[in-house]
Each structure stands twice: as structure tokens, then as C-alpha cells.
């Protein structure tokens, strides 16, 4: 998730509140762009909007399942080349076209990310909205929650600590607490260091119960003690694994980081470790990813050529199914994913709510693929576009939109 910063979307709610708009504006596209309703005055561009937005969804997906499956491709000289071999063999090679010379780099890498999508949840998706509404901000709190407009908030949260888990486990086993694979980061530590790793796993766990003891929905109940508990959770799974990945720190006498010799991981265990982490977490993962969002885009086709409620439903349940795979690949958003934009272009947030409104008007589509060398511009269509534009779309109130 790239955090971006609430443009129309702010200057709406500042004028009138989330609650607050009249519904009587007889403009099809209503007043206030966070509560946009989908209307016979509005259906034709909505559903293009829609289509276009599962289209790059859908293509963002292909192209980062292709990079790490097939053909890894370099921007270099302001042209994009060919490097000859996919990414996912460049990586457990530690070739320096990855930027990762050995395999102790590329288990650093791992484990970083793992701790960076754990502080982000608790820190960020969960402690920015929280941080708002003890100032008093609530309005604004609400919009900072992520997936808000279909109430997924806490199963997106989940499925990142899905997303350590299932890296650090060596398997996408979710629902089993105890299934490592016998290459894993897991299996290694019970050996080497068991007490850290038990830690690590007892961390996993409490943060994904202490997620979802939150009432639902989460932008409801910012607030709460619950939420207090999932963010301190967050923080010590990020802080377990950091003992991982630290060169000094060691408790009790026990070597706490893999580069250390008491550790006793040897290079082809380490070796063995990256293998099944691209083999079985990464690149399934979005092969999963790319599969279901190429489905997502075809419900949305069948919904663009006949609205209908039970059109709607269908699209609310694909763009679940394909959000799953993509929120439990961010423990690994490194690579292709990060060099080619896929992050912001796909997943954004907050969204540009008066932006999207702008577009659905004016049906300029190509403000939503806009790319160069002005930053600016490039976020600017990244922010109306991706999962949670689509979200937006789709959803209102955590159901499937009707129509009208």
C-alpha cells in the first residue's frame, strides 16, 4: 500500500462532513465524491470506469507473475531490456542484476520485508487512522482506513500477517499454525535458535488473533481498546523479527542473527530457504494474483455490457477473491514490484475521491495511465486508479452496490 494524500477527497468532507451532503443534487454524479452513488444518469461511465480499472488491474498482475516467472526485464538507458532469464531464477542465483550478490543478502531481504509490512499494519493502516481519531479527527480517520467502502479492512490486515507468516513458514498453509515446510526460515531457526523462532511464531499468530478481535467493521471502531492491542501486536511481531536480522543484538547468551556463526546456518541451508520461498510462496502467489484478477476483469466485462444487482454481487465477490493473493504478497515487495510501480499502481490509498468523480465525468481514461518523468503526474493517476478505485466503485458500506 503506497499512502498518498486525501486531494478532493479532504476538501469534500471539510465542506459538508461525511454525513452531512444532501442526496437530492440532481446532477447524476451527486455533490460529494466520497458519497457518489451509482445512478441511471451515471451507469454508462461508471461501467466503464470499472472495466478500465480491472483492465490495468489485470494487466499490472500479468506483467508482475511474468517478471518473476518468465522474463525479467530491466529499465536501462530509458528503455526497458530484456535481462534474459526470469527474476525468479536471478534471485535464488544472488545475481547482481537483482541487487542481491549472495544468498545472505537475499535472506536479509527477506526478513526486512517481513518486519516492514508488520510495522506498516500496526503503524500505519492501523495507527494512522487510529492517531487521527484521538485527535479528534474522526472524518478524516474514517478515510484513512484502508478498504473501507466494502468493510475488508481487518482481513486485509490479516492476510499481510498472512503474508509474514507464509514467508517465514515456507508454506501457504494459513490456517495451520504449525505447517513449515522442511527449506523454511522456520524449520531452520527450531533447529539453530528455538526459542526465537517459537517467539516468532507465537508473535505471528497473536498479531492475526488480535486483528481480527477487532469489531467489525474497523471504521466503526477505530477507537477501541481492540485496536490498541492489534497495533502493540504488530509492533512485537515487527520487533521479533528484527532479532533475526540484527548483527549485535543477542539474548541470553543466544546468537539471535542468521549472519552469526552460533546461528549454525550454513550457505546451503540459507540456499535451500530462498529456493522455496520463490518456488512456493512468491511465485504462486501471484500466479494466484495474476489468475484472479484476469477473472476479476472479465466479471466486470459481463457487468459493463448488463448492470444488474446480481452483477454487482458477482463483481464484489471476484475483487475479494483477487485482493486476497495481492494483500499476502507484502511481505515480499521487493523486485519487479517495486522497480516497475506495480505497488502504487495497483493499490494506492487514500484514493483522490474527487478525482475519480472528475473522470467518471469527463471519461478521460487516460488520466488514469498517465507515466513520465514528472512524479506528480504518475501519482496523480495512481490514486484513481487500481484495487481500491475499483473498491470504490463496487462497494458502499461493505456490500455490493444495486442498481437503481
Known amino acids: 500500500m503506497k499512502k498518498t494524500i486525501l486531494f478532493g477527497s479532504l476538501l469534500a468532507v471539510a465542506a459538508c462532513g461525511i454525513t452531512s451532503c444532501s442526496d437530492d443534487d440532481p446532477d447524476p454524479f451527486g455533490v460529494d465524491a466520497v458519497k457518489l452513488e451509482y445512478n441511471a444518469g451515471n451507469a454508462r461511465q461508471w461501467g466503464n470506469y470499472m472495466a478500465h480499472t480491472a483492465l490495468l488491474l489485470k494487466n499490472d498482475a500479468e506483467t508482475l507473475y511474468n517478471q518473476w516467472a518468465t522474463q525479467y526485464t530491466k529499465h536501462e538507458n530509458g528503455q526497458d531490456v530484456a535481462q534474459g532469464g526470469s527474476y525468479a531464477t536471478f534471485f535464488k542465483n544472488h545475481d547482481a542484476r ?7 543478502n537475499c535472506i536479509q531481504e527477506m526478513v526486512e520485508k517481513m518486519g516492514e509490512i508488520a510495522n506498516e499494519v500496526g503503524s500505519a493502516k492501523i495507527g494512522d487512522p487510529y492517531q487521527k481519531w484521538k485527535d479528534g479527527d474522526e472524518d478524516n480517520a474514517v478515510l484513512a482506513v484502508e478498504s473501507w467502502y466494502s468493510w475488508h479492512s481487518r482481513d486485509d490486515y490479516t492476510n499481510n500477517i498472512n503474508s509474514v507468516r507464509n514467508a517465514y513458514y515456507g508454506t501457504r498453509d494459513v490456517y495451520t499454525a504449525d ?17 526465537l523462532d517459537r517467539k516468532v511464531r507465537d508473535c505471528i499468530w497473536k498479531a492475526k488473533d488480535a486483528i481480527q478481535a477487532i469489531v467489525q467493521p474497523f471504521r466503526s471502531h477505530i477507537g477501541s481498546d481492540q485496536t490498541v492491542v492489534a497495533m502493540e501486536a504488530c509492533e512485537k511481531l515487527q520487533k521479533i523479527l528484527g532479532e533475526i536480522e540484527t548483527d549485535e543484538e543477542q539474548k541470553g547468551g543466544e546468537a539471535t542473527n542468521l549472519k552469526d556463526e552460533a546461528i549454525k546456518l550454513d550457505d546451503a541451508t540459507k540456499q535451500a530457504i530462498i529456493n522455496n520461498f520463490v518456488d512456493n510462496i512468491v511465485v504462486p502467489t501471484y500466479r494466484e494474483l495474476a489468475e484472479k484478477n484476469a477473472a476479476l476483469y472479465n466479471t466486470v466485462l459481463a457487468f459493463q455490457a448488463n448492470p444488474s444487482n446480481d452483477g454487482f454481487e458477482a463483481c464484489a465477490k471476484a475483487w475479494l477473491a483477487a485482493r486476497q493473493p495481492w494483500e499476502t504478497s507484502e511481505a515480499f515487495l521487493f523486485g519487479p514490484v517495486d522497480e516497475l510501480g506495480l505497488d502504487p499502481n495497483m493499490d ?27 512524479g506528480n503526474v504518475t501519482e496523480s493517476a495512481q490514486n484513481v486508479r487500481g484495487f481500491h478505485t475499483l473498491e470504490f466503485l463496487i462497494f458502499k458500506d461493505g456490500k455490493a452496490r444495486t442498481v437503481k
Open 98 to 104: 537483482t541487487g542481491y550478490g549472495d544468498v545472505d
Open 179 to 195: 505447517s513449515v515446510a522442511p527449506n523454511s526460515l522456520a524449520h531452520a531457526m527450531s533447529v539453530a535458535n528455538p526459542t
Open 348 to 374: 494506492s490509498w487514500p484514493l483522490d475521491a474527487e478525482g475519480i468523480k472528475n473522470i467518471l465525468k469527463s471519461e478521460k481514461w487516460a488520466d488514469i495511465t498517465q507515466k513520465g518523468d514528472d
